[in-house]
């Protein structure tokens, strides 16, 4: 066999989701369960249960080279009104709905796409709109996910008045060769001007996101995203390893190629640079809240978004292609911009694909998610799902201790550093075996 036929080491880099975002994998939900999803919005909630609100924003300046999500890039500002429109029809209706009526979302999130790709008066003129139909006066955080070349003085005051409490910048890496060739819309001097404009209104958050293995990356260019990192002091920064799933740009050219192994950092480099990283963050004084973030003030500096999600949220998603889960029912909406304003027109839910869980399945969901805090205590399962976690998991806790990848210290899982830099990998183990699938790494 020819050395370039060898199949790639387990610590290459092949294309494939690695990051888990939900329980029972996205593979195992179906187009069939849409009734599902209308029997839980015409039931009661949970006494207890937080709801949030995401809005999806699919609208870009550039598709990176390596996104996944659904966006577009070649919509006008009619095109633009008129989706927005459509996502508040949509809110207006599930709104109406027992399960959502009366109730006001704990937290709320704008991602995208690019949600700062939206003008001052687009954004103002939407929020409106949503706080008429939903009051955010109980909300303890907006997020607001921001791409550094949108952000003008005046649209960060927009952002700053429609209640934004924790804006997250996209800036992925400091250098602008590396922006161009991964396909990233802003440059540097963008980052600086943006976060001193953030910074001068006052967000309760600034978080940062970087990405770990981004297109020829190197050991001299990650160094110095640290130290620009450390330069800016943000309240939090979120470190993403890269990965390439299969609907990116990076695995369209490696198909064409024949390549097995994309060309970015193996996981090895990726996990030695995300550890450096963390290192130098804790000696100037942040804590490692996950397997993804570092904050400077943990009794300040919060996630709820992520916190109530993975400990059983309800969340309404709003626009093509957003997620959701409400009473344990996960759903899809349509992932094409016509199909979802098609389905509103016609007054259907917007529904592709959606999966009703078990109690069981609630559990391993809510086990495997907060695993990535890197901390699990057995107590809030036993009073919340009545099992004990320890027995429960008892082999596949026993082999990972023995690999050095975490302990069980006074009734909690604790995640060695080494475990939390690749838990996403380690939760397989933790799946029911009918939903076990090829890992990636």
Not at 41 to 64: Q, V
Not at 89 to 105: F, S
Request: glycine content about 6%.
């Amino acid at each position: 066999m020819s050395e370039t036929a060898t199949p790639p080491t387990k610590k290459a880099t092949r294309a494939g989701n690695y990051f888990i975002s939900n329980y029972p994998p996205f593979s195992f939900w179906s187009s069939d369960q849409g009734e599902e999803v209308r029997a839980a919005y015409d039931r009661d909630p949970i006494p207890g249960t937080p709801l949030g609100l995401y809005h999806h924003i699919p609208f870009c300046r550039r598709r990176c080279h390596f996104c996944y999500f659904r966006v577009y890039t070649d919509k006008n500002g009619q095109e633009i009104r008129d989706y927005l429109d459509h996502t508040i029809t949509e809110l207006e209706r599930l709104a109406a709905k027992p399960l959502v009526a009366g109730r006001k979302p704990h937290f709320i999130y704008f991602g995208g796409g690019t949600p700062s790709y939206l003008s001052g008066r687009q954004l103002t003129d939407l929020t409106d709109r949503m706080k008429a139909i939903l009051s955010w006066d109980d909300a303890e955080e907006v997020a607001f996910e921001c791409e550094p070349g949108t952000l003008t003085a005046g649209k960060l005051a927009a952002i700053k008045e429609i209640g934004v409490t924790r804006l997250s910048l996209g800036i992925e890496n400091f250098d602008d060769r590396i922006l161009e060739i991964n396909g990233r819309a802003h440059r540097s001097k963008e980052v600086w001007k943006a976060f001193e404009r953030a910074r001068a209104e006052g967000f309760d958050q600034i978080n940062i996101d970087l990405i770990a293995g981004m297109l020829e990356e190197t050991e001299e260019n990650w160094q110095k995203n640290i130290e620009q990192v450390l330069k800016l002091a943000p309240d939090s920064i979120t470190i993403y390893q890269m990965e390439i799933p299969y609907n990116t740009t990076i695995y369209k050219d490696m198909k064409e190629s024949g390549a097995l192994v994309a060309p970015v950092a193996g996981w090895e480099t990726k996990r030695r640079w995300v550890r450096e990283a963390f290192a130098e963050l804790e000696a100037n004084g942040y804590t490692i809240s996950s397997g993804y973030t570092a904050v400077k003030n943990p009794e300040r500096t919060k996630f709820i978004y992520r916190d109530s999600l993975w400990g059983g949220a309800d969340l309404v998603g709003l626009g093509v292609a957003s997620f959701s889960h409400v009473q344990g029912v996960h759903y899809q909406n349509l992932t094409e911009i016509d199909d979802y304003v098609a389905a509103i027109d016609t007054e259907k839910m917007p529904v592709k694909r959606a999966f009703r869980t078990n109690e069981e399945e609630r559990m391993i969901r809510e086990f495997i998610l907060q695993m990535k805090l890197g901390h699990v205590k057995a107590d809030y399962f036993r009073d919340k799902f009545q099992i004990s976690i320890l027995d429960r998991f008892a082999r596949p806790l026993e082999e990972l201790t023995e690999e050095g990848l975490l302990e069980v210290i006074d009734d909690a899982i604790v995640l060695s550093r080494d475990g939390l830099l690749c838990v996403d990998n380690l939760l397989h183990d933790f799946f029911l075996e009918h939903h076990k699938t090829d890992r990636i790494v």
